[in-house]
Structures are given as C-alpha cells and as structure tokens.
C-alpha cells in the first residue's frame, strides 16, 4: 500500500481491511495484480534512489563549497605581485608567505604556479593561475622563484621577459585620460542629465545648453611666464611681485546655455540650474531642493558651482556613471606634476584640519595585485602622515597644497589603505613613506 500512496497519494484500499493482498488490490475502482507490483516497486525504488542521490550531491557541494572557501581563506594568506618593467621589457613577479613555489606554465599574460603555504604546509601543493600585467615569453629558458630578503619573511621573485608590446610608459600619455567628463567627453554622450546622487533629482539637462567649454590650468597664472614676452604690469609699481597677475585677475564667466567644465566641478549661472538653492542657514552652500544634501557651492563672482562627485550622470540609454571623491585628489596630484613638473601634493580636510603628503613616485605602470586585481596606466603614489618627513619634504621641495571636503579626503585615506595592504609587507614601505598603486577614475 506504500507503494501505492507513493505513486498516486489518491488510491484507497477497497477491500475494506488493512492487510496489503500482494496477489491483487483496488486502486481507483480498478484491479492491481501482482505482476503490476513488480514495476510499482521499481519505480519506487527509482525515486528514492533519486531523492538520495540529490541528497549526496547537495551534501558534496556543500562540502566542496566549504572546502572551496577553505581554499580561498588560504590563498589569501599567500601575498602576490606582479608588475610590467617597460623600460627592461621585463615582468617581475613576488610571493611572500609560501615555503616553497614554482612555476608550471605561461600562456601570455597568465602564469600557473603551485606553492605550499607557510601556515598550511600540511596540505601540500595548491596551483592558481596568475593575471599578468603584460603578456609574458619563456623561450628556451626555464625560469625558476629564488629567494630573497629577510628568509624569516618567506619571500620569492620571479622574473620573466615581457612580449613586444604597445604599452607606453610616457608621462603624457595620461593627458587624455586627466579629465572626467569633459567637453570632449560630454559632446559625445549628448543627450544627458546630471542629477543630485542622493536623491536623483535633475540638476542640469544638457539640451538647456548649447556650449560646454572646459576651464583652464589651475596653474595658468603661473604659466603667464610662458605665455607673453613682456609680461603686463602697471606703472609706478615695477618691485612689487605679482602685480600683473592681480591686475589682471578678471573671472571667466559663462553666458546663460553654457556650462564651463573644471578638473572636478561644474561652473553655471543660477538661473541655468535646476531643483538647487542656497541653504538659508550656510550662506554660500548650495543645495538640492528635495532632500538638502549638499551639491556644491556659491563662487565668490556668484556663480553656482557643483561638485562632480555629488553628481550622477545619465544619458539617454539609461547608463548611470558617477566621479569617485578620490579622483578630485588624484586629479589635482596629476596635474600639478604635468603642469608645474612637481611631485609632492598636500592634502587637507577642510573641517578637521587633517592632512596627508602625497608623492607621485611613477605614471602609467601596469600591475597586478593579491585580490587578482590588474590595474593598467596607474599611479604610483607614495604617502606619509608623519610630522617630521612632511616637514622635511616641505623644505626641501615644492609641494603645492589642496584643501578638500571631508568625504574625499576619507575616501582618499581609505582608498590608500586598502591598496596598500594588498601588496606583500616587504613592498608595503619605501622608507617611511607607504606605497599605493592607484588609476585614475578607476570603475
């Protein structure tokens, strides 16, 4: 009767006791004989024997879900780095934490390697597979990891030649990429909106504007050495210093369809601004009109001026895409190293008074990193907090200086910390200075 109920839950037994006649019952009104049993049974028995292998399917996939993520917690004890040296043609490979690695084979820019742990030496080997910043050759020599460093730290590198490649490691070559929505960029995703990135209120529409016009060089004052054989000055005053740049200090104003374009904000006439007004209680600061969140700011010639990274950005194909608050201070660093051939920024928060030295050591270098990450033309940035480096820096260099809101710096600050603990300790440090590999508008 189990049978029965297994393969169709409506039988009832007609025969008015409880004893299973295997010679035949009813089921529905009609006859079961023995023989039909027979297949009853198998059936039966093909059902459980599916239910049970489901059952030890789910319990192996859990199991090697948990193995798999047993692997995973191990691997990331195992610290990599790999970085493209464009200048040798070469690719230069470090693992720390492991015993023992080797390398097993090279298909362009990926390597397979297997290597025990320091920490889990009783499971033996574990292969992975390695993201190269640049395809990679082995020819007829057979590369080996060899040891270097403190042997404590359990450190080994492996060096490889890089194929012939178009990789550039030009400092100009970033200048295209120095700009985020810029007027280049925005003509050719017309039409488009900016909206306020807390509550999705439109800001701007780009069919209200006939003309985008991107802003000069912070550093155009300076350049004006550059620009004129004699510089403008006014009479009776040839000693004083500067004159002529004050003289001459006249704002760029757009007209009302236009919409001039900085490093990382948006400079408009009120009137050609959307749901945004002045808070009553922070004159100067600017709003939006549905939820107060702050878009920027009122310019001292009053003009509205918004901030890229409190924008989102959506054009008519339903694509969203925003600017990082860190990009306003990356931004700033390359420019001033393209601009003015300096290397060192200072950043501050403008409400704490916090402040960090920031370093542009290298431009357009190609690594990859421990979570597996490749991150091409990044920066390489050097960073110190420290009282007595800054110190020292200042007095021996030119450092320029930017104050920022507090969520970019945080941001910067985070971002710094986390890409440097991504690389093994022994290359975390240059000196008291610590290292980040960071690209600019980074998605």
């Not at 970033?174 to 800001?203: M, V």
């Not at 904000?265 to 007004?277: D, Q, R, S, T």
């Amino acid at each position: 009767m189990i049978l029965e109920l297994w393969i169709n839950p409506t039988i009832g037994l007609q025969s008015g006791n409880n004893d299973c006649n295997w010679s035949s019952f009813y089921s529905g009104g009609k006859i079961i004989h023995s023989r039909d049993v027979l297949f009853m049974g198998l059936n039966f028995a093909v059902r459980v024997a599916t239910v049970l292998i489901y059952n030890n399917r789910r319990d192996y996939e859990n199991r090697n879900t948990e193995k798999r993520t047993s692997v995973g917690k191990s691997l990331n004890k195992m610290k990599l780095f790999a970085e493209y040296l464009g200048r040798i043609g070469r690719v230069s490979i470090v693992v720390e934490d492991v015993s023992s690695v080797e390398l097993l084979q090279v298909a362009r820019d990926v390597a397979k390697i297997r290597y025990i742990g320091v920490t889990d030496q009783d499971e033996g080997w574990r292969t992975q597979e390695v993201h190269l910043p640049a395809p990679v050759h082995l020819g007829n020599d057979t590369s080996t990891f060899t040891s270097y460093g403190d042997p404590q730290k359990h450190i080994y590198q492996l060096h490889l030649n890089a194929s012939k490649s178009n990789f550039s490691t030009r400092f100009n070559d970033t200048d295209e990429e120095s700009e985020k929505w810029s007027k280049s960029q925005l003509n050719k995703i017309r039409p488009f909106h900016f909206d306020c990135i807390a509550c999705g209120s439109q800001l701007l529409q780009s069919t209200d504007f006939t003309r985008f016009s991107d802003m000069p060089s912070e550093y155009w004052r300076e350049l004006m050495d550059y620009w004129h054989c004699r510089k403008p000055s006014i009479k009776n005053t040839p000693s004083e210093k500067g004159i002529y740049s004050s003289a001459f200090n006249h704002s760029l104003r757009p007209i009302l369809t236009e919409i001039l374009i900085g490093k990382a904000y948006f400079l408009v006439l009120p009137e050609a601004v959307n749901n945004c007004k002045v808070n009553s209680d922070k004159p100067g600061v600017l709003v939006c009109n549905e939820c107060d969140s702050i878009v920027g700011a009122v310019t001292k010639d009053t003009l509205y001026k918004l901030d890229k990274w409190r924008l989102v950005l959506r054009d008519s194909k339903g694509n969203e895409d925003i600017f990082r608050p860190i990009d306003d201070v990356l931004g700033s660093l390359l420019e001033y190293a393209r601009e003015q051939s300096g290397r060192y920024l200072l950043v501050k928060s403008k409400t704490k008074g916090r402040k960090i030295l920031l370093w542009l050591f290298n431009t357009h270098i190609y690594v990859t990193l421990s979570n597996g990450q490749t991150v091409t033309n990044a920066l390489k940035i050097l960073s110190t907090k420290d009282e007595e480096v800054m110190q020292k820096t200042l007095e021996k260099h030119n450092v320029d200086e930017i104050a920022v809101e507090e969520e970019p710096y945080n941001e910067c600050l985070g971002n710094l910390a986390e890409r440097n603990g991504l690389l093994p300790s022994s290359l975390q440090l240059f000196g008291p200075w610590r290292v980040h590999y960071m690209r600019l508008f980074e998605k």
